[in-house]
């Protein structure tokens, strides 16, 4: 049995979503990733979102995320209000900021905790509120 790399919740009182990464993540994980969040019946295009990184390493080329950019750009159902990323570790920070640097169409902020997230979303949900989401692999 696999273990899961990804999985996502809307929380529709906050009209956000947020997306939870485990282990290395690769372009092919960003895309599948998004590819299930578009597929979800309860999708809202006008969210706000959550990527928490925390406990993955993402492992991108600039070039894949230009590929992944791409993605967002074309996809009708993409969600490009404002997106907070949360990373633990310099290879994913770097990674994060350079994705913040060439996203064009949306707001992107990179942060190392849940609060500095929040606070950029403007929303009021606290990490306490998910714990059970962000800490379970299912």
Same mark, same amino acid.
């Given at each position: /049995?696999?273990?899961?790399?990804? $999985? &996502?919740?809307?929380? @529709?009182? =906050?009209?956000?979503?947020?997306?939870?990464?485990?282990?290395?993540?690769?372009? =092919?994980?960003?895309?599948? *990733? #998004?590819?299930?969040?578009? *597929?979800?019946?309860?999708?809202?295009?006008?969210?706000?979102?959550?990527? @928490?990184?925390?406990?993955?390493?993402?492992?991108?080329? $600039? $070039?894949?995320? =230009?590929?992944?950019?791409?993605?967002?750009?074309?996809?009708?159902?993409?969600?490009?209000?404002?997106?907070?990323?949360?990373?633990?570790?310099?290879?994913?920070? #770097?990674?994060? /900021?350079?994705?913040? /640097?060439? #996203? &064009?169409?949306? $707001?992107?902020?990179?942060?190392?905790?849940?609060?500095?997230?929040? *606070?950029?979303?403007?929303?009021?949900?606290?990490? *306490?509120?998910? =714990?059970?989401?962000?800490?379970?692999?299912?």
């Amino acid at each position: /049995m696999n273990a899961i790399k990804f $999985k &996502h919740k809307f929380i @529709d009182k =906050e009209n956000i979503v947020i997306i939870k990464h485990y282990g290395n993540t690769y372009l =092919e994980d960003l895309f599948k *990733s #998004a590819k299930a969040l578009y *597929s979800d019946k309860n999708y809202n295009q006008g969210a706000v979102g959550i990527t @928490d990184f925390r406990d993955s390493n993402l492992k991108v080329s $600039k $070039k894949d995320i =230009e590929e992944y950019l791409k993605l967002e750009i074309t996809e009708p159902k993409a969600i490009l209000t404002r997106w907070a990323v949360i990373v633990s570790d310099p290879e994913s920070t #770097a990674s994060g /900021m350079i994705y913040q /640097m060439l #996203a &064009h169409k949306h $707001k992107v902020g990179i942060f190392s905790t849940w609060q500095g997230a929040a *606070s950029f979303l403007n929303i009021k949900l606290k990490e *306490s509120d998910v =714990e059970l989401f962000l800490k379970n692999k299912r």
